[in-house]
């Protein structure tokens, strides 16, 4: 299922360092969704969009920021990365309500 | 506001044996839960909602109000199952997910 796709796969970065992982989706959602996963700790929201005007915070927000350039695309930046951003970042998207969540493959991010 | 529990890091069974995975959670208001699948090397994807009542490739699920729990159960456990399962409850416009657990099934 390619309706959401995220870039980088992977990245290794070095601290200190600006990161910016992108998400496109082709499912026409308006919402969508950033997320960590750390083992032991599952997912955890970080930002999420209701539409383009429509930014949130959710709740490991700080260290990170986002934009929502369209519909279909949704950004999360890390100013100035650390080591402890070290984890799986993903993205989601879907329709609202308790629609199913759509999610891509991952983006795997090291801080060294 | 709500929480998602999974007290289980990891289950590990024989094929053949039966499987349940808990969840608990904390919510003031009417819940909407799912349990969420992430197979190896695979995106995470929707297993199955309470709504829908729905048995999914043999898995049920059962949402008890009274102890606020939705486990996940399966009575004949197989080597595909073998996956990272997240409980996740529907709230305020967002899901709220569970710390997961690990299933291991082996032969």
């Known amino acids: 299922d390619a309706d959401v796709t995220q870039t980088p796969r992977n990245r290794i970065t070095k601290t200190g360092k600006r990161i910016m992982l992108e998400c496109s989706q082709t499912k026409g959602h308006d919402r969508m969704y950033w997320y960590r996963q750390d083992p032991g700790l599952g997912l955890r929201l970080i930002y999420y969009s209701f539409d383009v005007k429509d930014i949130n915070k959710g709740e490991i927000s700080d260290g990170y920021s986002v934009s929502r350039q369209a519909q279909a695309k949704f950004s999360l930046s890390l100013e100035s990365a650390i080591p402890n951003q070290t984890a799986l970042y993903f993205c989601a998207t879907d329709t609202g309500g308790t629609d199913t969540q759509y999610f891509g493959p991952g983006t795997r991010l090291t801080v060294l | 506001a709500q929480r998602v529990t999974q007290p289980e890091k990891l289950l590990s069974v024989f094929k053949g044996a039966p499987v349940e995975l808990k969840c608990n959670y904390s919510?003031?208001?009417?819940?909407?839960l799912f349990w969420y699948v992430q197979y190896s090397r695979q995106r995470l994807q929707l297993l199955l909602r309470?709504?829908s009542r729905e048995s999914i490739k043999g898995f049920t699920a059962d949402l008890n109000k009274g102890e606020t729990s939705f486990h996940l159960k399966k009575p004949f456990a197989q080597e595909e199952d073998s996956a990272m399962y997240y409980c996740a409850l529907a709230a305020g416009n967002k899901l709220t997910f569970g710390g997961g657990t690990r299933v291991l099934v082996k032969p």
């Open positions: 309470h709504i």
């Open positions: 919510y003031s208001g009417s819940p909407e």
